[in-house]
């Protein structure tokens, strides 16, 4: 939780923009998502690539479009890139 509390704060909501890993899991299992809402392991890992290397991601974990964090979004199947006219997955 400390993770969370340092670095750089979110324009929104003044909280951090940094997210471990195990605070991806805990926000997707209150999600309560079931496995047909979510997309495979390579999948995921192809949209986050594509998020990475995209010009409108905020602290390498934030959608400028949109203020999602790409970690979770990128996990969900109905999900798309909220990039206007050209998403991009």
Known sequence: MNDLLNGPKCK????SVRISEAEIRRLLEEMQLSESDMISETDYNSRLSICRACEHLEYNTTCSFCGCLVAIRAWIAEKHCPKPGFPKW
């Open 12 to 15: 929104s909501c003044g909280g």
